[in-house]
């Protein structure tokens, strides 16, 4: 949505049902499949992450890595995806290879001006699919000196895709997959799947299927000889798989990365564009890094945005290839934290802000709002008792009392009875709940609830009754709990 000086965007949304996903999807191999079955096409394959995600690749020459262009792209900013990542054929808890960082890419020439075209992030377009290959170059090996080689063709009709020959989806999938399997290789059975032609280089099927992280992982066909090479990239889809085959053009992407990984010349001729990272881009551009404190809203699951973007961003990600100016940071709402508010950011020519966003417990917004410190300690210690009221300041807290106003503390008031019924009431806080305990001898494990309310919406008096009193007597407390 474009906004401009002194005018109200008003665009419309179109929310569609979704497609109904068919095929097969790819299964958890285990590490010992992954690392010693030589008969399957798992050896060079691995995961590729950058901050804005993870995808999949697979080693072709012995300092590249194939991918597809959307996974080095980011088409959102129509720029570099910043902080790529190797992780050779890694397996989350059992092996985690050393992460490596590619030296730059080469993707097709007309890509980017495809994907600015499509004005479409995030959903590719036939025409851009067509172009949707990378080649990540290194300068040490990227397959432990070894690669998978692959099969090409550049026939309309892909002697290898609409083969019978059986084949393979494999790679690193992370939507819609139990987390324990997050950074676990996964592939699909060996069959064969019917590949139909789609538009240009790319072909497309039912009989598999995977999700995103996938992307970028290849597609493998067993060959006559009975080894498995890949074939094609995948791509993505919902109601069919798309991938886009090896062809000549694809090959000279590799050759190109081979010669820029082992110390050659960068030739950025022959409709091929190159890409090395030099850290912020240069130009007009700047980035803003966010750091997110504490661990336990980070383990919670928090994360930042700059509005109004889709996806959040873990802590210590950057977000590169912005235009100078303010921009709003939004966050995540995570449990056991207070909502956090939004802040401005502001992004300078050439430079990097680093911005650093401390989550609030509620108890700490509780001491900040009171007396100007998140910390536990001096007047806001939780022991201490600021206003003398003879309730500590922790105390005050659960009962959502004021701790600087002696006056307002949590007390049972307007003690009733008649016939069997007792009464008493308190000053009710939003938030609390208010328990009615009852016991005949006052001994540690005697109490029993009666009566309950809360939580509370606002504040209000709350009245507590017992409707069944003991015939002689009885001793009586509140008992309040907060947020």
Same mark, same amino acid.
Not at 23 to 35: E, K, Y
Not at 312 to 321: D, E, I, L
């Given at each position: 949505?474009?906004?401009?000086?002194?005018?109200?965007a008003?665009?419309?949304?179109?929310?569609?049902?979704?497609?109904?996903?068919?095929?097969?999807?790819?299964?958890?191999?285990?590490?010992?499949?992954?690392?010693?079955?030589?008969?399957?096409?798992?050896?060079?394959?691995?995961?590729?992450?950058?901050?804005?995600?993870?995808?999949?690749?697979?080693?072709?020459?012995?300092?590249?890595?194939?991918?597809?262009?959307?996974?080095?792209?980011?088409?959102?900013?129509?720029?570099?995806a910043?902080?790529?990542?190797?992780?050779?054929?890694?397996?989350?808890?059992?092996h985690e290879?050393?992460?490596?960082?590619?030296?730059?890419?080469?993707?097709?020439?007309?890509?980017?001006s495809?994907?600015q075209?499509?004005?479409?992030?995030?959903?590719?377009?036939?025409?851009s699919?067509?172009?949707?290959?990378?080649a990540?170059?290194?300068?040490?090996?990227?397959?432990?000196?070894?690669?998978?080689?692959?099969?090409?063709?550049?026939?309309?009709?892909?002697?290898?895709?609409?083969?019978?020959?059986?084949?393979?989806?494999i790679?690193?999938?992370?939507?819609?997959?139990a987390?324990?399997?997050?950074?676990?290789?996964?592939?699909?059975?060996?069959?064969?799947?019917?590949?139909?032609?789609g538009?240009?280089?790319?072909?497309?099927?039912?009989?598999?299927?995977?999700?995103?992280?996938?992307?970028?992982?290849?597609?493998?066909?067993?060959?006559?000889?009975?080894?498995w090479?890949?074939?094609?990239i995948?791509?993505?889809?919902?109601?069919?798989?798309?991938?886009?085959?090896?062809?000549?053009?694809?090959?000279?992407?590799?050759?190109?990365?081979?010669?820029?990984?082992?110390?050659?010349?960068?030739n950025?001729?022959?409709?091929?564009?190159?890409?090395?990272?030099?850290?912020?881009?240069?130009?007009?551009?700047?980035?803003v890094?966010?750091?997110?404190?504490?661990?336990?809203?980070?383990?919670?699951?928090?994360?930042?945005?700059?509005a109004?973007?889709?996806?959040?961003?873990?802590?210590?990600?950057?977000?590169?290839?912005?235009?100078?100016?303010s921009?709003?940071?939004?966050?995540?709402?995570?449990? %056991?934290? +207070? #909502?956090?508010? &939004?802040?401005?950011? !502001?992004? $300078?020519? @050439?430079?990097?802000?680093?911005?650093?966003?401390?989550?609030?417990?509620?108890?700490?917004?509780?001491?900040?709002s009171?007396?100007?410190?998140?910390?536990?300690?001096?007047?806001?210690?939780?022991?201490?008792?600021?206003?003398?009221?003879?309730?500590?300041?922790?105390?005050?807290?659960?009962?959502?009392?004021?701790?600087?106003a002696?006056?307002?503390?949590?007390?049972?008031?307007?003690?009733?009875?008649?016939?069997?019924?007792?009464?008493?009431?308190?000053?009710?806080k939003?938030?609390?709940?208010?328990?009615?305990?009852?016991?005949?001898?006052?001994?540690?494990?005697?109490?029993?609830?009666?009566?309950?309310?809360?939580?509370? %919406?606002? +504040? #209000?008096?709350? &009245?507590?009754?017992? !409707?069944? $009193?003991? @015939?002689?007597?009885?001793?009586?407390?509140?008992?309040?709990?907060?947020?």
């Open positions: 949505v474009v906004i401009s000086d002194g005018q109200t008003a665009p419309t949304i179109t929310y569609f049902l979704p497609d109904t996903t068919t095929g097969t999807p790819p299964q958890p191999l285990s590490f010992a499949s992954v690392s010693a079955d030589a008969t399957k096409p798992y050896a060079y394959v691995g995961q590729i992450r950058s901050n804005a995600g993870s995808s999949s690749g697979f080693v072709v020459k012995a300092r590249v890595v194939a991918t597809a262009a959307h996974v080095v792209w980011d088409d959102g900013t129509l720029s570099t910043q902080g790529l990542q190797w992780l050779h054929q890694g397996h989350a808890g059992q290879p050393r992460r490596i960082t590619p030296r730059g890419y080469y993707i097709f020439d007309g890509y980017a495809q994907r075209a499509d004005a479409s992030p995030g959903n590719s377009t036939p025409q699919q067509n172009l949707d290959v990378a990540l170059y290194f300068n040490e090996s990227a397959g432990r000196d070894g690669f998978s080689g692959f099969l090409a063709s550049d026939l309309p009709q892909n002697e290898h895709l609409l083969s019978s020959a059986a084949k393979m989806l790679g690193y999938p992370v939507d819609g997959i987390p324990v399997f997050h950074g676990v290789m996964h592939a699909t059975l060996a069959a064969d799947v019917s590949f139909t032609v538009y240009g280089r790319t072909f497309t099927t039912t009989g598999i299927r995977s999700s995103g992280g996938n992307s970028g992982g290849p597609l493998c066909v067993q060959h006559t000889n009975g080894s090479y890949p074939a094609a995948y791509l993505g889809g919902n109601n069919q798989t798309v991938v886009r085959a090896i062809d000549s053009d694809v090959i000279q992407l590799f050759n190109r990365a081979e010669i820029s990984g082992n110390g050659g010349s960068n950025t001729g022959g409709g091929i564009t190159h890409t090395s990272y030099t850290g912020i881009p240069s130009g007009s551009a700047g980035a890094k966010v750091i997110i404190e504490p661990a336990g809203a980070r383990n919670a699951g928090a994360g930042w945005r700059l109004p973007e889709g996806t959040f961003r873990q802590s210590n990600a950057t977000k590169s290839a912005l235009s100078p100016g921009y709003i940071l939004e966050f995540i709402t995570v449990n %056991g934290f +207070d #909502a956090p508010a &939004t802040q401005n950011v !502001t992004v $300078t020519t @050439g430079q990097l802000n680093t911005v650093t966003f401390t989550y609030a417990s509620p108890q700490e917004s509780w001491r900040q009171f007396f100007g410190t998140t910390t536990n300690t001096g007047n806001a210690a939780d022991a201490f008792d600021f206003d003398k009221d003879g309730f500590t300041n922790a105390q005050e807290y659960a009962a959502g009392t004021n701790p600087t002696a006056g307002d503390y949590f007390k049972a008031e307007n003690a009733t009875r008649s016939a069997n019924t007792f009464s008493v009431s308190t000053a009710g939003a938030g609390r709940t208010y328990v009615l305990e009852r016991s005949t001898t006052m001994a540690l494990n005697s109490w029993t609830t009666v009566a309950s309310q809360g939580p509370l %919406g606002s +504040d #209000a008096t709350v &009245t507590l009754s017992d !409707t069944a $009193t003991p @015939g002689d007597a009885a001793f009586y407390r509140i008992r309040v709990t907060g947020p």
